[in-house]
C-alpha cells in the first residue's frame, strides 16, 4: 500500500536523518528503487516529474505499475509515490490518479499566487490523506543547456508557505538540479538554518541531491532537512553501465541484446547508487 510521505518525514526530522526520493522513469527504475530500499528496511519516496509521468503514457498507469510491484515484490517498507515539480493541473491529475504525495512548485509566481494556489492543494490533501509539498525559492538547474544559478529562498515567505498547513517544504539554498558547475559556490547554510529557524518542526526538502559533496549532506540534514532528492545520479550510473557493456561487445555474445540481459548491468548501477545515498542519507533501518 502507498502511503503519504507525512509520518516518515515526521520521524525523519525528530531522528537526523534524511529519507530519499528517487526519481522514477520506467520499470527497471522503480523495481531497482523499490527492492534497494526494501533489503534496506529503509522508507522511500518515489518521485515523478511530469515529464517522466508523460512518458510512462500517464500518472494512472504509474499508480498500476508501482502498486502491482509493491504487492509482487512483497515491499513492507514506507514508500510514497510523489509527484516532483507539479504544476496546479499536474497535482489534480496526481491526486485523481491515486498518488500518495504531490509537490506544487509555485516557486515561479508570485508568492500572493503561490500562497493562493498552495492553500486550495492543501485542503485537498488534508481530505484525501495526502501529503504536499510546497517550494519557495526556485532551483536552478540544466535547461535547455543554459544553468540557472540556484536562487536563495527568502526565509520569511518560506514561514508564510509552511504555515498554510503543508507536509514538507523545499526551500532554495543554492541547490541546482543536474550537475553542478565547477565555480559552484556551494549550499548556504545561512539560508537554510534561517529557514528552519522560522519553520520548526516542518522537515525540509533539498532537492538538486546529485554531486552535493556528502559533509555538505550531512550538514544539511543537521540543519533539518530530512527529505533529499535524488536524480540524475542514477541516469548517470545506468548510462555508464549501460556504455561499458555495450562497449564490451557484450550485446553481440549469444543472447546479450536480450533486453533483460542488457539492461541489467544498469538495473544493478541503480541499485548501488541507491543504496550508498540510503546509507548517507541515513534511513536504512528506519522502515
Ligand atoms: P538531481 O537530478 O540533481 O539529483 O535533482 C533531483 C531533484 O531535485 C528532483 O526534484
New binding site residues.
Given amino acids: 500500500m502507498l502511503v503519504s510521505a507525512k509520518e516518515m518525514l515526521q520521524k525523519a526530522k525528530a531522528g537526523k536523518y534524511a529519507v530519499g526520493q528517487f ?1 522514477i522513469n520506467n520499470l527497471e527504475w522503480t523495481k531497482a528503487i523499490l527492492l534497494t530500499a526494501q533489503e534496506m528496511n529503509s522508507p522511500v519516496i518515489l ?1 515523478v516529474s511530469e515529464g517522466a509521468g508523460k512518458y510512462m503514457t500517464g500518472y494512472k498507469t504509474v499508480v498500476g505499475m508501482v502498486k502491482g510491484m509493491l504487492e509482487e515484490l512483497k515491499i513492507t517498507v514506507p514508500v510514497a509515490l510523489h509527484l ?2 507539479g504544476s496546479y493541473e499536474g497535482c489534480l491529475k496526481c491526486i485523481e490518479a491515486g498518488f500518495s504525495s504531490i509537490m506544487f512548485d509555485g516557486s515561479h509566481y508570485p508568492i500572493e499566487e503561490n500562497v493562493a494556489k498552495t492553500s486550495e492543494l492543501v485542503k485537498i490533501c488534508n481530505e484525501k490523506g495526502m501529503s504536499l509539498e510546497a517550494e519557495v525559492g526556485s ?1 536552478g538547474g540544466e535547461e535547455d543547456g543554459v544553468v540557472g544559478a540556484g536562487e536563495c529562498a527568502d526565509p520569511q515567505e518560506c514561514k508564510a508557505i509552511a504555515d498554510l498547513g503543508v507536509t514538507m517544504l523545499a526551500a532554495g539554498i543554492g541547490n541546482i ?2 550537475k553542478y558547475p565547477e565555480n559552484w559556490k556551494g549550499l548556504s547554510f545561512d539560508t537554510l538554518a534561517a529557514v528552519q529557524e522560522l519553520t520548526g518542526e516542518m522537515p525540509l526538502v533539498l ?4 554531486g552535493i559533496p556528502e559533509d555538505m549532506i550531512k550538514k544539511a540534514i543537521s540543519l533539518g532537512v530530512a527529505k533529499i ?5 542514477c541516469q548517470l550510473s545506468f548510462a555508464a553501465a549501460t556504455r561499458e557493456y555495450i562497449e564490451a561487445g557484450k550485446d553481440l555474445q549469444g543472447k546479450g541484446f536480450d533486453p533483460r540481459k542488457l539492461l541489467a548491468p544498469g538495473f544493478e548501477a541503480i541499485k548501488a547508487t541507491v543504496r550508498e545515498k540510503i546509507a548517507l542519507f541515513g534511513s536504512e533501518n528506519k522502515a
Fill in positions: 526519481n518521485g516532483d515539480h532551483i538540479h543536474g532537492h538538486g541531491g546529485t532528492n535524488v536524480n540524475t545520479e
